[in-house]
Nanobody, 125 residues
């Protein structure tokens, strides 16, 4: 299984990059997906999750109204559209495939079976 994230980089505050994560060797449509982020010395924190069909999504409070998770099962890809970025959003962003369909448990890293390598997003003010 491979999850390849891309789309990160250095952006100005207020920018709107879109992260993509392409899955391979995985029955993508059978997995709920999630995005997490992490800074050095800190725990990996939940950003957003999406159901298998893409109908149900859930995000952490600090990104609600700014970040949107979506997926294209035909392309085996999950996206994270990030708007109105601020420096506090700086982190390595990881996509992951969940081992559970239960929404509430998908806020923790332990609920995910497969992880990508991450893509760095650096927001400058």
């Amino acid at each position: 299984v491979q999850l390849q994230a891309s789309g990160g980089g250095s952006v100005q505050a207020g920018g709107s990059p879109r992260l993509s994560c392409v899955a391979s060797e995985l029955t993508f449509s059978s997995y709920a997906m999630g995005w997490f982020r992490q800074n050095p010395g800190k725990e990996r924190e939940f950003v957003a999750t999406i159901s298998r069909s893409g109908v149900v999504t859930y995000s952490r409070d600090s990104v609600k109204g700014r970040f949107t998770i979506s997926r294209d099962n035909a392309r085996n890809t999950v996206y994270l559209q990030m708007n109105s970025l601020n420096p506090e959003d700086t982190a390595v962003y990881y996509c992951a495939a969940a081992s559970t369909l239960i929404l509430t448990t998908r806020r923790t890293p332990d609920a995910y079976a497969y992880w990508g390598r991450g893509t760095q997003v650096t927001v400058s003010s």
